[in-house]
């Protein structure tokens, strides 16, 4: 079974840091694994997918690397803003069973100004 | 990009009653949605996968009497919680799965917030 963890549950920084947000999955066997930020009480927003076959992607300040025979993923942020602030959730799709995404447990980001 | 919208996005309602949530494809054809719940401070658990046309396909430990699921095109799929009662308010999110797009990519709706009295 597909389990999906993130490290670190909690993260409060000052502004203008650089962020590195860890994902982890127990099956290596997997189809793409998509980076979300949640804001409270609100849908998710997609920010990076990253297929298999990818080793990592870019947006903005934003980079998302993939390993997958060590079944990790880091969410790499840049000068990290007040507007980061947000729960980032990592989301895995297996290749085995029906489609669907497995999240992880998410990180709840906090950038003070 | 892909956009998926869902209807209402708020719900109070009184223990005992069924709520009927929606959830479109507004721009793209959706052979598959998905139906996920969230409680407070936890993370997305899928509770079913619809497929256009047929029965829909619940997770381990989701009552499929309770959790009625219809996809009756390829834009829209709906999620009713029927004889709802206080432990069924949660945040309520679908997402859809593309068409002919090689990144399989889901959209995800904003969700709906159910408050059950």
């Known amino acids: 079974k597909q389990e999906v963890t993130q490290i670190p549950a909690a993260l409060s920084v000052p502004e203008g840091e650089n962020l590195v947000l860890n994902c982890s999955f127990t099956d290596s066997a997997i189809y793409n694994l998509q980076w979300f930020r949640q804001d409270p009480g609100k849908g998710l927003t997609s920010l990076l997918l990253?297929?298999?076959?990818?080793r990592e992607q870019t947006s903005g300040r934003l980079n998302a690397s993939l390993d997958k025979s060590s079944g990790r993923s880091t969410l790499y942020i840049a000068a990290s803003q007040p507007g980061d602030s947000a729960t980032y959730l990592c989301?895995?799709?297996?290749?085995?069973?029906?489609?669907?995404?497995?999240f992880g447990t998410g990180t709840r980001l906090k950038v003070l100004a | 990009g892909a956009v998926v919208s869902q209807h209402p996005s708020r719900v109070i309602c009184k223990s005992g009653t069924s709520v009927k949530i929606e959830c479109r494809s507004l721009?793209?054809?959706?052979?598959?949605m998905f139906w996920y719940r969230q409680f407070p401070k936890q993370s997305l658990m899928l509770m079913a996968t619809s497929n256009e046309g047929s029965k829909a396909t619940y997770e381990q430990g989701v009552e499929k009497d309770k959790f009625l699921i219809n996809h009756a095109s390829l834009t829209l799929s709906t999620l009713t919680v029927t004889s709802a009662h206080p432990e069924d308010s949660s945040f309520y999110i679908c997402?859809?799965?593309?068409?002919?797009?090689?990144?399989?990519?889901?959209?995800f709706g904003p969700g709906t917030r159910l408050t059950v009295l």
């Open positions: 990253i297929q298999s076959s990818q």
């Open positions: 721009d793209f054809q959706a052979t598959t």
């Open positions: 997402s859809a799965l593309t068409l002919g797009f090689t990144s399989n990519e889901q959209f």
């Open positions: 989301a895995v799709v297996a290749t085995s069973g029906t489609y669907k995404y497995i």
